[in-house]
């Protein structure tokens, strides 16, 4: 019996094809129980309010459609806000939200941010 050497090596591709497309095609790794990501994208300073605009990002391939995020902010070791403060959004598995929350700030913050966007602040 007589094997035709183009044809083997055609079932011999064939073959890793097969197990290429099988051991990495399609399968998506499912991400859960992870907490969202935030990011700070802007921070500006109105009268004795501090303003960040955030960017919340769920890794999550599962939406979370009620999320109560509770956060504090420091500034130079110091509380800029008083307390923990929350925020109540929704999100979308693997998606990004723009949120932003203003509060009173102590006036240490409002003067230290007002240095830092001054160039007036200096390492200790």
């Known amino acids: 019996m007589k094997i035709?050497?183009?044809?083997?090596?055609?079932?011999f591709l064939i073959?890793?094809?097969?197990?290429?497309?099988?051991?990495?095609?399609?399968?998506?790794?499912k991400i859960s129980n992870?907490?969202?990501?935030?990011?700070?994208?802007?921070?500006e300073t109105i009268g004795e309010d501090i303003q960040f605009q955030l960017q919340i990002r769920n890794i999550n391939n599962i939406a979370i459609p009620k999320a109560r995020i509770h956060f504090e902010f420091y500034f130079a070791d110091r509380p800029v806000f008083n307390g923990v403060q929350?925020?109540?959004?929704?999100l979308d598995g693997r998606g990004t939200e723009q949120a932003s929350w203003r509060g009173k700030a102590n006036p240490e913050a409002i003067?230290?941010?007002?240095?830092?966007?001054?160039?007036?602040?200096?390492?200790?």
Not at 34 to 43: C, Y
Not at 86 to 90: A, K, N
Request: net charge positive; proline share 4%; aromatic share 8%.
């Open 34 to 43: 992870q907490p969202p990501q935030i990011f700070i994208a802007n921070i």
């Open 111 to 124: 003067h230290s941010l007002k240095q830092l966007t001054d160039g007036n602040i200096r390492d200790r």
């Open 86 to 90: 929350t925020l109540d959004l929704s």
């Open 15 to 29: 073959l890793i094809a097969f197990v290429l497309v099988t051991s990495c095609g399609g399968k998506q790794h």
């Open 4 to 11: 035709d050497i183009r044809f083997s090596f055609k079932i």
